[in-house]
């Protein structure tokens, strides 16, 4: 009797350690970029608001010949304009709250970032040039 204690009371602390461990994963939030030289580009978040603390955002380029990046900036409106240089075509990106940057991702690739965002508005948004004019930017939310 006193050996199944024993091992219920095991199994219960390794039950709660394993819960634990699955609260500190990251949540997954899957990004798609589209789009070619001259055509509409897209930067397209699944889920679009998701809750605070580490989030591992998975980036696709589902491009057939356009290399892309997504960077996440924090904002106050995502619908305002940001400070772009017209001759770079190009967000002058030394003027953003930039938290984190997955650069060069080839047409096919799959390239992933972990951070740690607090409550607040986002802009996710590729910064290749041209790009950013073309469409490629997304309101991201981040909640309590």
Known sequence: MHNRILAAVVLLAEM??????????PVSVSVVLTGEEGETMTLKPDPGAVKAGRITFRVQ???KTERHEMIIARVNDPNAPLPYDAAKHRVIENKLQALGEVSGIKPGETKSLTVTLKPGKYLLLCNVGGHYEAGMASPFEVVE
Do not use: E, L, P
């Open 61 to 63: 380029n589902a491009a």
């Open 16 to 25: 709660s350690a394993g819960s634990a461990v699955a609260a500190d994963r």
